[in-house]
């Protein structure tokens, strides 16, 4: 049994490596490094639920705060997120590569996507009726402890096929697999659920559990890191452990090899600051000795943006939820899997008109030239995938249901349906720093939405084509009116301007806050994932991806940790 150590236990064990933060990549870190015979340590935040962060005021954004959800217990977000298991495009990993990372790129990754998963494959009337591709084993692993599988009941019923065919009419092509490297076009996209028990597949039960009775993996749980220790006067600096609150009272825990943080994109930079390693200037003001001088910490915080259109819907009927439960009991229906899995991913040139495209470009290219040089190769890179027609830049998620973000209850015994849109590589840049050198403070989170206003403009062509999305032929024939926005508020693009940024939400996919970069371009790891300036501490989590990916971000953080795992043990 897996040994749930007491603090004081814990606290008395020298470690070979300590995790800290037993969420999707620590657990997935820890499985791989206790296959052999070293020790690991698995520290967690806490046994609840949620760390219920939120956005400082957003300055572009009518001031709007936009709610951080990020998970807490064993299994981290993998705990609490809405189970869609995809992977971006080649080009999105292959951009990550050029960077300077060597061996990131899509045929770097594809063995460790494949290595973190088991596809199931889709039943036949699956295949037929939602159009679910039959599982090739080029791009899909057989034996991995994630199990996914298509949604086996797609909630919209005969709406979907109306849904794909209005996206066919506006030019998206339907994508049998887009987890092969072409991302474009609508798709089927798998979920973490294994189908044959209707249960979530996650980083706790997949890669914990299935461990528990490893002889070297310990974990502690209700237990928050506050800071790595390092050896005096050591150059690069060596960590010797960390310390970290349980009940309240201080403890310390030694490392004989490294210290690893995997405590996701809004924490990770926080231990990193309370540690030393951060902006001199911002470590000054908390009374913080500053070790490495890495002022890039917290800094690159990239979001997917994604503003809310209400339309037609499903159902909040108590007698449908009732017919849900029923169906569960027999593994079928929506409450066994994901409510909607079916999501569109397109180009520029296919919700942008030439003119809106190359207005962009000349905007974006003005401002990467007065960026520092780091910033300027993502700018770079990010107008490159702009014009590049295997790219996404957004993605339509339609929704059978009226999504509850706008604070405004459903008309009882109506249907609705929502289309999101997001876009997929924002020239935004955000930042998450501590506010005090307290480590259970929560840190200032700052996505900076719509600081470069050419995301506005790109989310304002997404917004309008999920609005010509329902007025479209298949779809046009069952909507009866537009919910959301109301016509005042779509009468003209300043006005939907506003109306984005008043119901303003993000995709849950903060990436880029501990960047894997070279150091003179912004870098906090190096393509080891090392953290300049030491010897034996490495990010292994969300915080190290450098751009954002044109996708939803669990499947690429499992295949970092199954990286990073060999990396380490030197594989
Ligand atoms: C609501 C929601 C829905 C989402 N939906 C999807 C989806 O459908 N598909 C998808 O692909 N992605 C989705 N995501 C994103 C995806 O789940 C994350 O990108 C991914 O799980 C992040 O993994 P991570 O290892 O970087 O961080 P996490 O999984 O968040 O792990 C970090 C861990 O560190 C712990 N921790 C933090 N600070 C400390 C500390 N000081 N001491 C000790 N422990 C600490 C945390 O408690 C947590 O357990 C969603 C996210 C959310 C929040």
């Keep these: 049994m897996t040994a749930h150590l007491t603090a004081e236990q814990f606290a008395s064990t020298t470690f070979d490596y300590i995790i800290a933060g037993g969420g999707t990549a620590g657990l997935t870190l820890a499985a791989r490094l206790v296959s052999d015979a070293g020790l690991a340590g698995t520290l967690i935040g806490s046994a609840s639920h949620d760390w219920g962060f939120s956005t400082v005021p957003q300055k572009y954004a009518n001031g709007k705060q936009v709610p951080q959800p990020r998970g807490k217990g064993l299994g981290g977000c993998s705990l609490i997120n809405i189970v869609i298991f995809d992977r971006g495009s080649a080009a999105d990993y292959d951009a990550i590569e050029a960077l300077g990372n060597p061996g990131w790129d899509w045929n770097g990754l594809l063995s460790y996507f494949k290595k973190s998963e088991t596809a199931l494959s889709p039943e036949p009337d699956h295949t037929a009726r939602f159009r679910a591709a039959k599982v090739d084993s080029r791009w899909h692993g057989d034996s991995g402890p994630i199990v996914k599988s298509y949604a086996r009941t797609f909630a919209f019923g005969p709406l979907l096929e109306r849904v794909i065919d209005a996206t066919a009419e506006l030019g998206v092509p339907f994508n049998g697999d887009s987890d092969d490297g072409n991302k474009i076009g609508m798709s089927n996209l798998f979920t973490a659920v294994d189908s044959r ?231 935004s840049r955000g930042t998450v720093h501590i506010t005090s050198a307290d480590p259970t403070a929560a840190p200032a989170i700052d996505p900076s939405y719509f600081s470069r206003p050419e995301d506005l403009d790109v989310l304002l062509a997404s917004v309008k084509f999920s609005l010509a999305f329902f007025k479209t032929g298949p779809l046009a024939d069952v909507v009866r009116t537009q919910a959301f926005p109301t016509p005042e508020e779509a009468c003209s693009d300043d006005a939907l301007k506003e109306y984005i940024k008043n119901t303003l939400g993000c995709v849950f996919h903060p990436v880029g806050t501990a960047s894997m970069l070279p150091k003179e371009d912004g870098g906090v790891v190096d393509s080891e994932l090392r953290v300049y300036g030491t010897a034996n501490v490495r990010v292994v989590d969300a915080s190290i991806l450098p751009l954002q990916i044109a996708a939803h971000t669990q499947a690429t953080v499992y295949a970092i940790a199954e990286k990073a795992a060999d990396i380490i043990r030197g594989l």
Aim: glycine share 6%.
């Design 197 to 427: 028990t209707a249960t979530r597949s996650y980083a706790g039960n997949a890669y914990f559990e299935a461990n528990a009775d490893r002889k070297n993996l310990f974990v502690l749980t209700s237990a928050t890191v506050s800071r790595i220790t390092f050896r005096d006067g050591s150059s690069p600096l060596q960590a010797t452990g960390i310390e970290f609150l349980h009940g309240g009272k201080p403890y310390y825990a030694a490392v004989h090899k490294e210290v690893i943080l995997s405590a996701g994109s809004l924490k990770t930079p926080q231990i990193l600051e309370l540690s030393g390693i951060g902006d001199e200037k911002l470590l000054r003001k908390f009374g913080i000795t500053t070790l490495v001088d890495l002022p890039s910490v917290g800094e690159n915080l990239l979001y997917e943006i994604d503003p809310k259109y209400e339309t037609l819907d499903t159902a909040a009927e108590p007698e449908v939820v009732a017919s849900y439960q029923q169906m569960y009991e027999t593994r079928q229906g929506p409450l066994a899997s994901s409510a909607a899995s079916t999501f569109a991913f397109i180009p520029s040139k296919t919700f942008m008109s030439a003119e809106q495209q190359q207005a962009w470009k000349d905007s974006a290219l003005s401002a990467a030239e007065h960026t520092p040089s780091g910033l300027k190769k993502q700018y770079e890179t990010q107008i490159r995938l702009f014009s590049d027609r295997s790219s996404p830049e957004a993605e339509i998620i339609p929704f059978p249901g009226m999504i509850p973000f706008l604070g405004l209850p459903p008309t009882p015994k109506t249907r609705y349906m929502t289309a999101l849109a997001a876009i997929m590589h924002p020239l």
